[in-house]
C-alpha cells in the first residue's frame, strides 16, 4: 500500500474505525511523556488514552458503523479465557481499590477489550492493509527519533551491567527501550508481508523491494544501539521465518540471495561485536558455570521467589488466579469470627513485575487460564495455515514474537505491540475464503483530491 492509497482508505473510514487509527499514529509521540504521570497522572497523555481505549471500544461496540463480526471456532476458546480475566481484575477491584489498582487494572483489560472491537473491524478484511500501514508510519516515527535523540539529546544513552552485555546503550525518551523494539520488529513483519503481498505485480515489487533494503539497516542499527537480547532473538527468528516464505516464489528469489550473503557477513560481525557478549551469562548457564537462578538476566531469582508464594496458596487460587486468595482468606477469617485485616497483604503477582506474561498470566488467572490462552494460540496457527502466503507469513510472524518476547517480557501490558498484533490474530479468525478480500489496491486517480480543479486521468 503507497502513502496516497492510505490517504484514500483514511478519509473513507468512519469514525468508529478512525479513532483507533489515530491513536495508533500518535502513539509514538505520546510515549515520550511517560514521565509526566509523576506530577500527576491527570495530565499524562498515557494515562489519558488509557482510560479513553476501553470508553471507545464500548462506544464503538455499540454502534452501527462496525462491520458484523463473522463467527469463528476460536471465539469460544477466546470468550472462556476473556470471562476468566474479568473475574479475576473485578476481584482484584473489590478488594484493592486504590487509584493505582484501577489503572493498573484498565492496563491489564484492555487488550481483551481491544481484540473484541478488532475482531468486528477485521470482520471486513480490506482494512487489514491500511491499519498495518498505519503502524509503519507510527514506527517510522519512532524509529527516526533515535539517530535525532543520539544527535540533540543529552541523555540517550546508559551504561548497563557486564552480565547484560557491558558498554552503553541507547535509551531516548521512552521510559523502557521495549518500546523501540516493538516498533523494529513489527515494522520487520509488516514491510516482509507487504513484500510477499506484491511479489507477482512487478511494479509493486520494487516499491516493496526498496522500502524492506531500506529498513533493514536502520533496523539493525537501531537493534545495535538498544541491546536487547530478547529483541535480537525475535529480529533473527523473523528474518528467518520471512526468507523460509520468500525463497518458495521465483520472482523473491534473488533479494533472497542478497540477503543471505548480506545476511551472512553482517551476522558475523554482529556476533564479534555484540550478540556474543549479551548471551554470555545463559551460555555459563546452561554449560553449569553460574547458577539457574542468574538466568534471563537474573529473572529466574525472581521468579522462584513468587512460585514459592503461589505455593502457599489455596487450590482455586491456583486454578483460577491468585485474586482468588483473597476470596479465600475472607471466607476462613470469617468462619473463624474474625474480620479480613486490610492491612494484611495478599501477594498477588500480576504487574509487569514478572517480566514474562506466562508467568504473569499463570498469576492473574491459574492454570487453567494459561492452558486457554496457549489453545488460543495454537488455534491461531492452525487458522494461519489455510491463508495464503504472505498472509500465512503475517500470522505466523505474529504468534512468533508475542510467544518468544512472552518468555522475558510482558507483551500483553505493551499498547504499541498489541495495536499490530491482535490486528493480525483478529484477521486470521476470518473465514480464509473472506481473506482473499485482501488485495494489492490500486488507488484511482478520480479518489485522489488534485491541485488546481484538474482533471483526472482516465483509468485504464
Not at 178 to 200: C, D, K, P, R
Not at 217 to 223: A, E, F, K, Q, T
Not at 359 to 383: A, E, H, P
Request: glycine letters at 8%.
Amino acid at each position: 500500500m503507497t502513502f496516497a492509497e492510505w490517504k484514500v482508505w483514511f478519509r473513507r473510514l468512519p469514525g468508529v474505525i478512525k479513532w483507533f487509527v489515530l491513536l495508533i499514529l500518535i502513539r509514538p509521540v505520546t510515549d515520550n511523556f511517560y514521565y509526566l504521570k509523576d506530577i500527576s497522572p491527570f495530565i499524562s497523555p498515557l494515562y489519558i488514552l488509557g482510560v479513553l481505549i476501553p470508553i471507545l471500544v464500548l462506544l464503538s461496540l455499540n454502534s452501527r458503523g462496525l462491520p458484523r463480526k463473522r463467527p469463528s471456532a476460536i471465539d469460544l476458546t477466546f470468550n472462556l479465557f476473556a470471562a476468566l480475566f474479568f473475574s479475576q481484575a473485578l476481584i482484584l477491584l473489590i478488594f484493592n481499590g486504590t487509584l493505582d489498582a484501577i489503572g493498573n487494572t484498565i492496563q491489564y483489560v484492555t487488550p481483551i477489550f481491544l481484540f473484541f472491537y478488532l475482531r468486528r473491524v477485521l470482520s471486513d478484511p480490506s482494512h487489514l492493509n491500511g491499519i498495518l500501514q498505519t503502524f509503519f508510519i507510527s514506527a517510522s516515527i519512532s524509529i527516526v527519533l533515535i539517530p535525532v535523540t543520539i544527535i540533540f539529546g543529552s541523555n540517550s544513552f546508559q551504561q548497563i551491567s557486564q552480565g547484560r552485555g557491558g558498554g552503553f546503550r541507547f535509551h531516548g525518551g521512552y521510559a523502557d527501550m521495549m518500546n523501540y523494539a516493538i516498533y523494529i520488529t513489527g515494522a520487520f513483519l509488516i514491510l516482509g508481508f507487504f513484500f510477499l503481498q506484491s511479489v507477482e505485480d512487478t511494479q509493486r515489487q520494487r516499491l516493496a523491494r526498496r522500502r524492506l533494503l531500506l529498513f533493514l539497516p536502520i533496523g539493525v542499527g537501531s537493534l545495535y544501539a538498544i541491546k536487547h537480547t530478547a529483541s535480537w532473538a525475535v529480529f533473527i527468528m523473523l528474518f528467518g521465518l520471512f526468507l523460509v516464505f520468500a525463497i518458495t516464489s521465483r520472482k523473491a528469489q534473488p533479494l533472497v540471495l542478497v540477503l543471505l550473503l548480506t545476511g551472512a557477513l553482517a551476522g558475523q560481525m554482529l556476533i564479534e561485536k555484540q550478540l556474543t557478549s549479551l548471551v554470555r551469562k545463559e551460555v555459563r548457564v546452561i554449560e553449569g558455570e553460574a547458577e539457574v537462578e542468574r538466568s534471563f538476566n537474573g529473572r529466574m531469582r525472581r521468579w522462584k521467589r513468587y512460585f514459592a508464594s503461589w505455593q502457599d496458596m489455596g487450590f482455586f487460587a491456583k486454578i483460577f488466579g491468585t485474586p482468588l486468595s483473597y476470596l479465600e482468606r475472607s471466607s476462613l477469617q470469617a468462619l473463624a469470627g474474625g474480620a479480613p485485616d486490610p492491612a494484611e497483604k495478599v501477594p498477588i503477582m500480576v504487574s509487569g513485575g514478572m517480566h514474562s506474561d506466562y508467568v504473569r498470566l499463570i498469576f492473574l488467572t491459574g492454570g487453567s487460564g494459561l492452558i486457554l490462552y496457549f489453545l488460543f494460540i495454537v488455534g491461531i496457527l492452525k487458522r494461519g495455515v489455510k491463508f495464503r502466503r504472505d498472509q500465512r507469513f503475517l500470522i505466523f510472524g505474529a504468534v512468533l514474537v508475542v510467544v518468544f518476547y512472552s518468555i522475558s517480557t510482558n507483551p500483553l501490558l505493551y499498547q504499541p505491540m498489541m495495536n499490530y498484533i491482535l490486528t493480525i490474530f483478529a484477521f486470521a479468525c476470518v473465514p480464509p475464503r473472506w481473506a482473499k478480500r485482501v488485495t494489492v489496491l490500486r488507488t484511482r486517480m478520480k479518489d485522489i483530491p488534485l491541485p488546481n480543479k484538474l482533471d483526472p486521468v482516465p483509468e485504464s
